[in-house]
């Protein structure tokens, strides 16, 4: 089975911009989470798509969206980018139940200059 | 709320020594935890998961976990570490319940093996 993969790998962006990230699961899993990692904060979870539909959402600004179609692949959108935007932004792919274990993608880099 | 802590940002071992990383959780409700992998410049691996089957959980590359309640503990240990395994580990923790694809995570502990 092919693993979860992102793009684009890099990304780099200037304040004021918005980006859009792509992620593809594993074939079978509906539900992708959506994290940001970086050195200061660490592994902060954005939000959870599970067929389509918002199932939860993390503690981060209306700037950072994000959507799911009907073959599971989810995109997430930054709008308005600050420099602390810059980070690691992981995607992760499950059956969608509590105890399901995610697989991760290799992660979109994101520069903001 | 839940919260998760990694004792040690940093843990040096000497290669065929013994390594444990510590993790202690907070849950209002029994927890699902788990252990991940990240190698730099890449994604998270699954190391091992707990669900409330077995306490002493084993998992990929010689490494295992015991689930100990009355301490709140998820300590991850591996009996000889190699020089592979240096990289950083994150333990997390996922509630159940409507905690939908969300998993709360440690600080991260980054392993160095010595020679």
């Known amino acids: 089975k092919a693993g979860v993969t992102q793009t684009p790998r890099y990304l780099i962006k200037t304040r004021g911009q918005q980006v859009t990230l792509s992620c593809s699961p594993i074939?079978?899993?509906?539900?992708v989470s959506w994290y940001q990692q970086t050195p200061g904060q660490g592994l902060q979870f954005l939000f959870e798509?599970?067929?389509?539909?918002?199932?939860n959402k993390g503690n981060f600004p209306g700037r950072f969206s994000g959507r799911q179609f009907s073959n599971s692949r989810s995109e997430m959108n930054v709008s308005t980018l600050e420099l602390g935007d810059s980070a690691l932004y992981l995607c992760?792919?499950?059956?969608?139940?509590?105890?399901?274990?995610?697989?991760f993608g290799p992660g979109t880099r994101l520069t903001v200059l | 709320a839940q919260s998760v802590t990694q004792l040690g940002s940093h843990v040096s071992v000497s290669e065929g020594a013994l390594v444990l990383l510590r993790c202690n959780y907070s849950?209002?409700?029994?927890?699902?935890l788990f252990w991940y992998v990240q190698y730099p410049n890449q994604g998270l691996q699954l190391l091992l998961k707990?669900?409330?089957?077995?306490?002493l959980v084993k998992g990929i590359n010689g490494f295992e976990a015991e689930f100990k309640k009355s301490e709140t503990s998820f300590h991850l240990t591996k009996p000889s570490a190699h020089m592979s395994d240096a990289a950083e580990y994150f333990c997390?923790?996922?509630?159940?319940?409507?905690?939908?694809?969300?998993?709360?995570f440690g600080q991260g502990t980054i392993l160095t093996v010595h020679p």
């Open positions: 997390a923790l996922n509630a159940g319940g409507t905690s939908y694809g969300k998993l709360t």
């Open positions: 849950s209002s409700v029994p927890p699902y």
């Open positions: 074939s079978g899993h509906r539900s």
């Open positions: 992760a792919s499950s059956l969608g139940r509590g105890n399901s274990e995610q697989f």
């Open positions: 798509y599970f067929s389509e539909t918002q199932r």
């Open positions: 707990y669900t409330s089957a077995a306490t």
